[in-house]
Each structure stands twice: as C-alpha cells, then as structure tokens.
C-alpha cells in the first residue's frame, strides 16, 4: 500500500512552505544564526515539533521563523522544499507562505516573494502557485497591505490570499473587506477555519468573508446545518488530519471526521499542512484514512482528483493535470 501510494502523482492545496523546510535545511539555518542553546541537536530538533496544543504549536512556529532572516534564505527553503515535494510525487502544489511574519527582519513581500520563485525555479519538476497568508494576528491595515503588495506580484505565481494564525483568538469577521478587495483585484481566498474555533469561524468564513475555501474546518462535524451547507454547495475542504491530530484538535485520526464528510458527500482534498513540523507526508495522510477509514483505492485517488477540482487553475490547466493523473500505470480509474 505504502509503495502504490508513493508512486500515485498528487496534489497538495493546503501547505505552508515554511512549515515545510525539511530538518537539515532548516539546522543549517539555525547554525547559521547561533543556533538556541535549548535546541543542540537533530534529536532535540523533532523534538521541538511535538506540541501541547494549538496555542503552543503556532509559539513554535513564531520560534522557527527567527532563523528565516534574508531573502537567500528564503529561496534555499524554497529549492529544498520543492525537491522534497519531487521526492514524493507531488506534482501540483498551491503553497501558503506568510510574508508578514518577516517584517521584523527588514525583508519586504516583494523580496520575499522573488526570492521564494527563484527557489522554486530551480526544481522546475514540480509546478507550484502561491497563497500569500495576510495573517489574522496582523492589524487589517497590515493585511491590505499585504494583499495590495501580492496583487503586482502574480507573475511570480500569486494567485491568492490564505488566513491563517491564531484562529482561537482571531475571529475571521474584521476581515471581510480584505477578502472584498482580494475579488476586485481577481485574487482567490481561503480561509482557516472550524481548527482551533468551532463552526461560527467556517460560517464566518463563508458568509462573512466569502471565502472559496476553507482549511481543516474540522469542527463542522459539531453543525448539522452546516454541513448540509458544505454538501449542497460543494465547498471545497482542504483537510489536514494528522496536523490535527499534532496540534490536538482531535483525540486521534479514529476520532477524525474526514470520514463522515467523504460518505455526506462533502467536496474533500486531503493535504498535510505543516509537514516538517508534523513529521508527515502525503502518503502518511492517506495511509492512515486507508487504515482507520478502510478507504479504497478507488477513494484515494477520488481524493487526490477532488484536489484538481477544488484547485485554482484554469479549466484547460485542470484537464491537463488530470490526464498527467489518469496515464499512471497505478491509478485507479474512478
């Protein structure tokens, strides 16, 4: 099973480039910049990635970015990330990345931006567009900012906005004219949301920011009605069960509703969120649904086709990249 599902061409339309940087990049960036004393080792590294909750995980995170400071640094992980992404046989990816998070070290988007394409550039096997995460801890001042910035960008791969962070803290509501303005300008919108709030942030997501997509929305299994919401209007879900299981939002992958949503009907794709910092890949993901969940592997690669349907590229772009999928000798025809 675990030899098929490496060999499967995939998609990956929920994941953070830095939440990516394999452990020996991101080593050699802490060595870099004095490295932290609490942190000597490889061993001492994955052990930094194991977390209490949500909270603790995006400290860790915050933790992480301090060794992320030039925008040489930005196009190393990029390169290093997109040859990991080869290794797997992921040939599409829709990748979140968090330029306002940088702020602090002098680096602007635009830098940012460039530098992670010129990165991305030089593992051309892989096609990957960005999602420029404008960051719910940000004042919205500083998230239009962010997306003013990204929409001259596009020929560098932007294609839309993300909101991420502290969603416990950071309702989705204030940002409603930030998701407006992104559709002016012809920018598509996700949004977390229903991970570390409950179904009243999908709502809000949905109805207040309009967003296209939502990630994880895991706790739409606590609404009835919203999930009949999510069937009815084929919103895509771009679901990330083992960052859940990390992060403690569920109990286990048996407690996971991903499940439940495949059998509603719900428009599901499944993608791994902070991989490096979850010590998961795809193939994890998908194995564990096809343990716990006996999917088939007819539904896996319904999945991985469910992830073209829900992706931002153009109907033709689509269709090629389903053809890429059905000429594998192990794909299962659907």
Not at 53 to 81: L, S, Y
Not at 257 to 279: H, R, S, W
């Amino acid at each position: 099973m675990h030899t098929w599902l490496h060999s499967l061409p995939k998609v990956e339309l929920h994941i953070h480039l830095e939440g990516s940087i394999p452990l020996p990049t991101l080593w050699q960036l802490m060595q870099q910049y004095g490295g932290d004393p609490e942190v000597p080792d490889m061993a001492a590294l994955t052990r930094k990635f194991q977390y209490r909750d949500f909270p603790h995980f995006i400290n860790t995170w915050v933790w992480k970015n301090r060794f992320i400071r030039t925008a040489a640094d930005f196009t190393t992980i990029a390169a290093a990330v997109a040859q990991d992404w080869t290794n797997q046989n992921i040939c599409y990816v829709e990748s979140h990345y968090s330029p306002t998070d940088f702020a602090r070290h002098g680096l602007t988007i635009s830098e940012i931006t460039r530098a992670i394409r010129a990165g991305l550039d030089h593992v051309p096997s892989v096609r990957v567009n960005l999602i420029a995460d404008v960051v719910r801890d940000s004042p919205i001042d500083r998230a239009m900012y962010t997306l003013e910035t990204v929409a001259e960008l596009r020929e560098y791969g932007v294609i839309g906005i993300g909101l991420g962070g502290s969603e416990q803290t950071h309702p989705p509501e204030p940002f409603a004219p930030v998701f407006a303005r992104a559709r002016q300008l012809g920018l598509h919108t996700t949004a977390h949301a229903g991970e570390a709030a409950g179904a009243e942030s999908i709502w809000g997501a949905l109805t207040t920011l309009g967003a296209e997509r939502i990630g994880h929305a895991t706790r739409a299994s606590t609404d009835p009605a919203l999930c009949a919401f999510l069937v009815a209007h084929q919103t895509p879900l771009e679901m990330c069960p083992l960052s859940n299981v990390r992060t403690g939002v569920v109990a286990d992958i048996a407690s996971h509703p991903i499940a439940d949503f495949i059998n509603q009907g719900m428009l599901v794709t499944v993608n791994t969120d902070d991989p490096k910092m979850f010590n998961n890949t795809l193939v994890d993901e998908y194995t564990q649904l096809m343990e716990h969940f006996h999917l088939s592997p007819a539904t896996i690669c319904q999945l991985i086709d469910n992830a073209v349907t829900a992706s931002w590229l153009a109907d033709n772009e689509k269709t090629l990249l389903r053809a890429t999928l059905q000429r594998h000798p192990n794909w299962v025809a659907l």
